[in-house]
Structures are given as C-alpha cells and as structure tokens.
C-alpha cells in the first residue's frame, strides 16, 4: 500500500502548553482521513504543521516516503497539500476570483487574465455543483458563500491531499451535500483528503479511517467499520454523554423580555415579536437570511429599530440601547465572537472581567487581585481550557473560546436576566456543547430567561421550551414543546406553513 | 514517561523564555549606546547623559499623549502644530502682560480645543483620524502663523516662565520632572485603570467592546484630547527652554513622536501601543540625535545616520520574532 503521507512522531509546545505529544497519522492513496477530537485536542495545530503555517518542535513529515519540511504554505501547495481552514482567510474588500486566484493569479507578463480565471473558476463549480456570486467582494456575501470560496482556492490548486478543516460548520444541507459528492469525486480521481468536522455522522459517512486525538495525543486509528459514533465520543472525551441534550425541567415565571412588532432600520426584520419568561428556554429558528442574528441584535439594543417595542420587566423601552439592555440584565454571547465578542490579543483574565470591570474598581483603579480571583474562579466554573488567566485568548482553542466570550457575563458572580446565545455550539465540539448545554439549563433552572439561536435543528428542539420560527424578516409563529417537529419547524421557516400566530 | 514529560516541560520554558525576544528593542538601545560610548568619550559623562534626557523630555511628553491615542486605533497627526500653536500663543500672551497662570492655561487649551474638535470630527462625524487630524492639523499651523506673522515671540518673558524648560528642583531639571510625571500617571492610567483597560479594548476590537457594552466614543474622544493636551504641555515646556515661541518649533515631534511610538510597539507589549516601549523609542532616538551630534558630523550625515540606526534597531528585535 502506498503512503503518501506519513506524519511520524510529532510534537509541538506553546508557551505554557503542549499542543501535540508524539502524534503519527498516515494517508493513503485515495483515502478520507477523519480527524476527530474535542477543542484543544491539537487538530487544527497538526493541520498547521502539515501545511508547514507552523514547524514542529520534534518529528517529520513524508510524502511519497520522502521527508519534506515546509517553511510556508506556499512550499506546502506546490507540493500538493491545500487547506481550507477552520477561520476564513479570505481578504474580504476583493471579490470571489480576486480570492480564488490570490497568490495563484493567471496573467500574462504580469498583467492579470481575468477572462482565464473566470472560465477556470466557472470549470470547478460546475465540478463541485456549487453556484456562488464571485463578482462580489467576499464582504457580502454569507459564511456558507464565503467557506465555498475558500474550497475553490484550495482546490484550484489541483491538490493531492485536501485538508477541509470544519467545512460544514456554516453549511446548509444541501451544500453540505455538494461537498460531499465532490469529496468522493476527488477521492474516486486518486486524492486524498483529511476531514475534521465536529459532527461525526459526517465523518462515519465520508472517511474510510478516522484518527481520534485528545489532549494532543493520538488515542487511534479506526477503520470506520470497527467504530461506532459512541465509541468515538467515548475516545474523545474519555466519558460517556448519556443525554445529548440534557434538558432542565422547570416551570417558567413572569416575562423579563418582550419585544412587539419589532422592525430594524436596514430592512432584515420587517415584523417580529419574541416574549421570555423566566426560567424559559425559547429557541429561534430560521433559514440563513431569516433575520434571526438583526432581530436579536435589535433585542440587545445594538442595532437601531425603526418600529415596534422592546419591553423590559413591563416597561417600554426608550431610546433602547446596549447600555441600557446591560444595566437592565440583559446580555447577547454573538455568533461571530471572534470579530465581535473576544478581544483575541488580550488575555484570558482581561477578556473575562471586561464587562464587570467596575465591580472590582475603586475611582476606576482596577482592583488586580480581585480580577485574578474572580478569574479563576470562572475559568474553573467554566472548564477552560488551559487554566492559566494570563493566557492570550487568541491561542485558546474554538469551544474555549466561546466559553470565555460568554463567562464575561457571570463574572463577579453576576446574575442577568436574560442570556442570548446565538449560535453558541458552532465550530465547538461534542463534549464542549454539552458543557454549553447544561450552562444554559443551569442559568435557566436559576431564573434567567434564555434565547437560543441555532441553524441545529435537533439542538432547538432539544433545548427548547418554546421555539419562534422566522421567515425573510418576520415571525411566523411560536411552538410550544409538546408540539414540536422537525418537519412542521422547517415548513415554518421555509415560508410554506404559517404557524399559529401569536 | 516520567522522562519525556519532564523533557517537554522543559521544552515549554525554553519556549516561553523566547519571549525574551519582545526586549529586542531594549538589547538594540543598550547596544547603540554602548557604541557611542566607545565612540566619543564625552558620551557617557554624567552632564551628557542628563542633557539627553532634557532633550527628550519634551518629545516623550508628546509621544505619552499619541500613545494612548493610538492605544484607541487613532493616530493624532496634529501634535506637531498643537504643540507649536501652544507655544507661540503661552509666550505671546506673557509678552503682553498677561499672568503666568492665563498664559499656561490658555497654552494648555489649545491642546484640549484640538482634542475636542479633533474627536468631534472622528466619533461623531465618523471621519478617519489620519485624514480628521491632517486636516485640523493644517488649520492650527495657519492660525499659529496668522498669530505671529511666522516670526518667533520673544522678549519680555517673565524671568520664572523658563523654569519650566531650563530651571531645575532639588537638582533635577524640570522637564526632565514633568516628563516622570507625564510618564507615570499615563503608565498607571494604561495598565491600572479601568479607563486604561477600555482604551486598549476599543483599539482591540472595536464591535466586541461595543457589544461588551463600552462607551467606545467616550474612550476614544478622551484619549484623543489627552494626546492635544500632552502636545500643549510639550510646546510650552519647549517654548520655556528655547527662551521663545518658535511657530515652528513643534514640528519634529510628529515624526519623532510617532517613530517613538512604533519603535515602542515592537517591545514590552509587541503589537500595542505601550508606554514603556515608547519610553524606549524616545530615548532610542534621543540617543542617536545626541550622539551623533557629540561626534561632530554634518547635519545631513547625522540624518541619515539617524534613520540607519533606527532602522537597524528595530530590525534587530522584530527578526527574531518571526516564527
């Protein structure tokens, strides 16, 4: 059998942690390789030092028996290894063929063909069965659009190994599906591609083997007809999850949080109403464009609404905004936390105690021991990962890095009264949501109202005590839970059944 | 296993201790001076070292201020002509008989007026600081030349208005004094306070502070006044230590200014704005000027020497860092 890809023995340090302990993979001629493993089990760090973006401490690389080392990616790709990775490096002011052949332009004497790029980036799509806007600056166009661009790059340059780090994160099915069958094709053609996704069915469907990594060792390679989903968790984490979705029963109080009729001033809400009670989780469920992340938003008070009221404890709001959503409990964990919820350069304490800042000031001196303390204290309460409170935020791993986007909130013991978490399982893994998940049952068993955004349809259902499903910029309606499906659920949002309105 | 465990965290400290490399910029000061010490034996004499620090008083008072405003994101491209504005308008103001106190306040608004309008034209407004800046910038040079007609104020200064450039307390010059005072509070203000934490957080990441809840505008605002009112307070004690409002005096502290400040990134704190760092791209540059300066050379060589070392300098440091 072949090799054409041999990993041996790998081991990389950061600063005060070790990412990767002596970890071996090997990729065969024509083979999907899954990669799986909880946040910080060292996936995308060994992705990294594959396509050479970072050198190991100890251990090489071969390719086709030959040991190589890669300074750059550059080196990487003319050697036939292409990544898309997990966080988009896309320059977002140029268009999509302007990304595609970045670095990679067809030109003559230095003067770009872009007639040649077009006709040659139209060939893979039609390939891939995909259809994206590649005249437009990657800016406008969604996360779905903007990672099938970044296939495009990586496949343009005609890979032997693919690395698709967490591809399907912000995919529909049917992209997904696309994906999918272009995967075989390049597997069929002779490629091989290394899949890390968080979602194993993916990964049970697609690879032929899968390699489990945790705590930047590798714990196996499993031949996918040995292996079981379970079983792969159980690797992952070391412990059996039982309940998935781990569902908190407790019977709802008054209503904190009501918004009526709500629209925003740029159009992507047009008529929508959510009401939260205390103790109640209420899912929002919606297509991609649905207006979903604009209306929950505008229920923090970031973004300005042009009709309709927000209503907190009883009271109209005025001039709603986020200082007053704050000073009145109410809170919003972002769907793009790194751009809009985590302060990556600073550390991990800092990231914490940014909000509660005052609490632990006295005439705006910032009390460091209390910060310290009550750090370490969230960072325990949360299960951080690595525990150091000076850690820089940006070295900490996705599901990480969610935790600490949202412990800013309970710092200092805080209790606010409504959370709302959009999108709060995306890029994390298995054992990391359901963390999340008993967080979110556990402020909701103390009292506070939850919001919960999700594009996982089972993770709504699951969690949810009611759920409020939008439709192109309005709500068309609220499901309590005895009556949930999936299919009356997705009708809702697909505009074809008009539930009961409220 | 035992022994792996313990080669590997071993391993990290040898790791972390490559974080020595953010003192880079510090090694390349040291060096330069080692150098001019060997190089002219009048470098190191206990005066020299003190007329050093004299001489950079005034451009670290003004880099301290553009500091915090870069800390936000925001350049101040005005403090060259805040600081000249100030200058010629405290000394014209005492040639005309008018109290120390008015004249020294009057000075120091120049820097808190630039501030406001400046940060109006940049939060409020939403223009880009550089363009914002460059252009009130403009405005304060002609006014400053329309003030004094581009000829310098001098004469009649009260005899105590040069303490504050050339007078001295329990044996220490007074710029040298005001420029600890400015260096401490704006170091404890960064890395103490909340309102130094919320600065660093806006130049950051601006949507995460936002929806974090800061008041971004409020920051920013503040820390682009603070840069006008350090570069006022740079004029006057200037003004005070050339004995004269020069309108152009202040000029070279925009390029000084913002050199020290980027200098300063690539240390302490490499990638922010810190005042440390600036401490050293002051005396980096101080250093350079007077040494150069001690070995006699011609203006234009001294120029070019100035830009080659600081160059070399940084150089030295940021090589490292990478990968």
């Known amino acids: 059998m072949p090799c054409l890809l041999e990993v041996k023995g790998i081991t990389k340090a950061f600063p005060g942690s070790l990412a990767l302990q002596n970890v071996d993979l090997d990729l065969n001629q024509g083979e999907i390789h899954g990669l799986v493993g909880a946040n910080g089990a060292g996936k995308s760090t060994l992705v990294k030092i594959i396509t050479g973006a970072l050198s190991p401490d100890r251990g090489q690389i071969l390719i086709d028996g030959k040991e190589v080392s890669f300074n750059d990616p550059r080196e990487a790709y003319s050697s036939g290894i292409s990544i898309v990775p997990q966080e988009s490096n896309l320059i977002f002011y140029f268009d999509g063929i302007e990304n595609i052949f970045l670095g990679n332009e067809a030109a003559n004497f230095g003067i770009i063909d872009r007639k040649t790029m077009e006709s040659q980036a139209k060939r893979l799509m039609e390939q891939l069965g995909v259809d994206v806007e590649l005249s437009k600056p990657v800016r406008e166009l969604n996360p779905a659009q903007r990672k099938l661009i970044e296939i495009l790059r990586a496949l343009n340059y005609n890979p032997r190994i693919l690395i698709l780090d967490e591809p399907t994160a912000a995919m529909t099915k049917n992209e997904t599906e696309h994906l999918f069958s272009v995967m075989d094709k390049l597997r069929k053609s002779g490629s091989s591609i290394i899949f890390i996704s968080h979602y194993l069915d993916e990964i049970l469907r697609m690879c032929d083997r899968i390699t489990i990594l945790k705590d930047g060792k590798k714990v196996a390679t499993c031949n996918k007809e040995n292996v079981t989903e379970p079983e792969i968790v159980k690797m992952m984490i070391n412990q059996d999850i039982k309940n998935q979705f781990p569902k908190v029963q407790v019977s709802p109080g008054k209503v904190i949080l009501e918004a009526r009729n709500v629209a925003t001033a740029d159009g992507t809400v047009i008529d929508a109403s959510i009401d939260v009670k205390e103790s109640e989780i209420i899912g929002i469920f919606g297509l991609v464009g649905a207006g979903r992340t604009e209306f929950v938003e505008a229920l923090f008070g970031a973004r300005r609404i042009i009709k309709g009221d927000i209503i907190l404890n009883g009271k109209v709001m005025k001039n709603y905004n986020i200082y007053r959503a704050i000073g009145s409990g109410v809170t919003l964990i972002p769907e793009d936390r790194l751009s809009n919820a985590l302060f990556l350069s600073n550390s991990v304490m800092e990231n914490l105690s940014m909000v509660y800042l005052n609490t632990i000031s006295r005439i705006g001196v910032i009390n460091s021991r209390a910060e310290?303390?009550?750090?370490?204290?969230?960072?325990?309460?949360?299960?951080?990962?690595?525990?150091?409170?000076?850690?820089?935020?940006?070295?900490?791993?996705?599901?990480n890095k969610q935790k600490v986007s949202f412990g800013k909130?309970?710092?200092?013991?805080?209790?606010?009264?409504?959370?709302?978490?959009?999108?709060?399982?995306?890029?994390?893994?298995?054992?990391?949501?359901?963390?999340?998940?008993?967080?979110?049952?556990?402020?909701?068993?103390?009292g506070a109202g939850i919001i919960l955004v999700s594009s996982d349809i089972e993770e709504v259902i699951g969690l949810s005590d009611r759920i409020m499903v939008m439709h192109e910029g309005y709500s068309v309606g609220t499901i309590n839970r005895e009556n949930f499906s999936q299919e009356k659920i997705l009708s809702m949002a697909m505009g074809t059944e008009v539930g009961v309105r409220k | 296993m035992g022994v792996n465990t313990k080669k590997i965290e071993k391993e990290i400290r040898i790791n972390k201790n490559s974080s020595l490399s953010k003192y880079g910029t510090v090694f390349a000061?040291?060096?330069?001076?080692?150098?001019?010490?060997?190089?002219?034996?009048?470098?190191?004499?206990?005066?020299?070292?003190?007329?050093?620090?004299?001489?950079?008083?005034?451009?670290?008072?003004?880099?301290?201020?553009l500091t915090i405003c870069m800390a936000t994101n925001d350049f101040d491209l005005s403090v060259g002509n805040v600081a000249g504005l100030a200058?010629?308008?405290?000394?014209?103001?005492?040639?005309?008989?008018?109290?120390?106190?008015?004249?020294?306040?009057?000075?120091?608004?120049?820097?808190?007026?630039?501030?406001?309008?400046?940060?109006?034209?940049?939060?409020?407004?939403?223009?880009g600081s550089m363009i914002a800046t460059l252009g009130t910038s403009s405005i304060i040079l002609g006014i400053n030349f329309g003030y004094t007609g581009g000829r310098a104020v001098y004469g009649g200064l009260p005899d105590f208005f040069y303490f504050f450039g050339r007078g001295s307390l329990f044996g220490i010059p007074t710029p040298i004094i005001i420029m600890a005072i400015v260096l401490i509070t704006a170091y404890f203000l960064l890395n103490r306070t909340v309102f130094g934490r919320y600065v660093y957080a806006v130049g950051g990441n601006i949507n995460a502070a936002r929806l974090s809840g800061i008041r971004v505008r409020y920051y920013r605002s503040i820390a682009i006044i603070i840069s006008g009112i350090t570069a006022a307070l740079a004029g006057i004690v200037l003004a005070s230590r050339l004995g004269s409002g020069q309108p152009t005096a202040g000029q070279a502290f925009l390029m000084d200014g913002l050199g020290a400040v980027f200098i300063g990134m690539t240390t302490i704190k490499p990638g922010q704005p810190n005042i440390l760092g600036t401490m050293v791209g002051a005396f980096i540059i101080g250093v350079i000027n007077n040494g150069l300066n001690l070995l006699g050379l011609p203006f234009w060589v001294q120029d070019i020497g100035k830009g080659v070392i600081m160059i070399l300098a940084v150089a030295s440091a940021v090589y490292r860092n990478q990968k």
């Open chain 1, 372 to 399: 310290v303390k009550n750090s370490l204290k969230l960072i325990d309460n949360l299960n951080i990962v690595p525990s150091y409170p000076h850690n820089i935020v940006n070295n900490l791993s996705g599901g």
């Open chain 1, 409 to 446: 909130w309970l710092f200092g013991n805080r209790k606010n009264k409504v959370f709302i978490f959009d999108e709060p399982t995306e890029g994390v893994d298995v054992g990391a949501k359901v963390e999340m998940y008993n967080i979110i049952g556990k402020l909701a068993s103390e």
């Open chain 2, 29 to 65: 000061l040291l060096a330069v001076i080692v150098i001019f010490s060997v190089i002219s034996d009048r470098f190191m004499a206990p005066d020299n070292l003190i007329n050093i620090l004299r001489q950079i008083s005034t451009l670290t008072i003004v880099a301290v201020g």
């Open chain 2, 87 to 127: 200058g010629v308008l405290t000394t014209g103001l005492l040639v005309t008989q008018h109290s120390m106190l008015f004249s020294i306040a009057a000075g120091l608004s120049v820097g808190v007026i630039a501030g406001l309008i400046n940060s109006f034209l940049i939060t409020f407004i939403g223009i």
